[in-house]
């Protein structure tokens, strides 16, 4: 398998902008996680769906940051309008919900920059 | 105060050394516990999996959970330059979908 899939890569975009993260979790999985990760705040979950439904969206920031998994496969994050303060790298990641160990694939990253 | 607290580091060790990664907690439900270690510009990979207290070895890593204490700690023994990474503890209870993460400690390993 080829992991778990994040695109774009790196994402430049401009105040007010809108952005959308793109994920393909890893294959049987059924968990799927956004998280966001900055120097000053960590490793923060924004999301997590189990069997495409979302289950947690406390992490979400505000009403600008909306999540969608219209099936098994894919998933996006996306933020309107942007600001200087999104800046962060977003991780997808992925599990197999039900078994003990539970173990979370992590995807590369998007690396968003707000200007 | 967060519900778990990781030492913030960094830590810069010479190779060879023997390296200690600590994670306290206060949610007395937290059965799982993980370490991940994640490498500049990658993403968090599972490193090491305890459930309940006690120790579990693997190679040069010992993790170690004290539920009495909520102490977790990760044992790093003859460190090499390839350990350096950032070391993210991780924790969940039975019932959980999610895990709750430390901030991260960033270990340099010097050759």
């Known amino acids: 398998d080829a992991g778990v899939i994040q695109s774009p890569r790196h994402e430049v975009t401009e105040m007010g902008q809108e952005v959308t993260l793109r994920c393909k979790p890893i294959s049987g999985h059924n968990s799927l996680f956004w998280y966001r990760q900055t120097m000053m705040r960590g490793l923060e979950l924004l999301i997590y769906?189990?069997?495409?439904?979302?289950?947690?969206d406390s992490g979400m920031p505000e009403d600008r940051f909306s999540a969608k998994m219209p099936n098994a496969s894919f998933s996006t994050l996306k933020i309107q309008p942007s600001e200087p303060r999104d800046s962060a790298v977003y991780f997808c990641?992925?599990?197999?919900?039900?078994?003990?160990?539970?173990?979370?694939?992590f995807g590369p990253g998007t690396r968003l920059t707000v200007l | 105060q967060k519900e778990v607290e990781q030492d913030p580091g960094p830590l810069s060790v010479p190779e060879g050394a023997i390296v200690s990664l600590n994670c306290t907690y206060s949610?007395?439900?937290?059965?799982?516990f993980m370490w991940y270690r994640q490498y500049s510009r990658k993403g968090p990979e599972l490193l090491m999996y305890t459930y309940s207290s006690g120790n579990k070895e693997d190679g040069r890593f010992t993790a170690q959970v004290d539920k009495s204490s909520k102490y977790i700690s990760l044992f790093i023994r003859d460190s090499q330059p390839s350990d350096s990474a950032t070391y993210l503890c991780?924790?969940?209870?039975?019932?959980?979908?999610?895990?709750?993460f430390g901030d991260g400690t960033t270990l340099t390993v010097k050759p």
């Open positions: 990641a992925s599990s197999l919900a039900g078994l003990a160990e539970d173990t979370q694939y």
């Open positions: 991780a924790m969940r209870d039975t019932n959980a979908g999610k895990s709750t």
């Open positions: 949610n007395s439900a937290f059965q799982y």
């Open positions: 769906f189990n069997n495409n439904v979302p289950i947690d």
